[in-house]
């Protein structure tokens, strides 16, 4: 089955795609830079990076951090966080209704031993 990636480069200031906006997810789940960095085998400092880079792009913070308390309650995603995860989502979705059809096109089409050939592709990074 073929899937959609959606990243996007907003103005020259900033680049949201998968990564980050699973990592902004893991945030508001476990409620730490660092936890949502384990989750995806990421070191904390390439987590703080991420995030200072969103909250450095935006005119609002994407996340909040505070000093002190649980060691592992040390962040929050912003309401308006929330609302760029939630937007990003809708446009992923958006594009993948929108090109559904040209995939299941592109896919048919698919030597019978594509799966094989896909790990020596240069471009496959998964």
């Known amino acids: 089955m073929s899937e959609l990636s959606l990243r996007l480069e907003v103005g020259d ?36 990076l991420l995030v200072d880079s969103l909250n450095a792009a935006f005119r609002e913070p994407v996340v909040l951090t505070r000093a002190g308390g649980k060691a592992d309650k040390r962040a929050e995603i912003t309401p308006f966080g929330h ?25 048919s089409q698919l030597h019978p031993d594509a799966a094989s050939r896909r790990m020596r592709d240069p471009e496959h990074t998964g």
């Open 13 to 48: 200031a900033v680049r949201l795609g998968p990564g980050k906006m699973r990592l902004l997810e893991l945030i508001a789940e476990h409620g730490s830079i660092s936890a949502a960095g384990r989750a995806m085998g990421m070191s904390y400092r390439h987590a703080w």
């Open 83 to 107: 609302s760029v995860i939630t937007r990003f989502r809708a446009m992923q979705e958006t594009a993948r209704l929108a090109l559904a059809e040209d995939l299941r096109i592109l896919e």
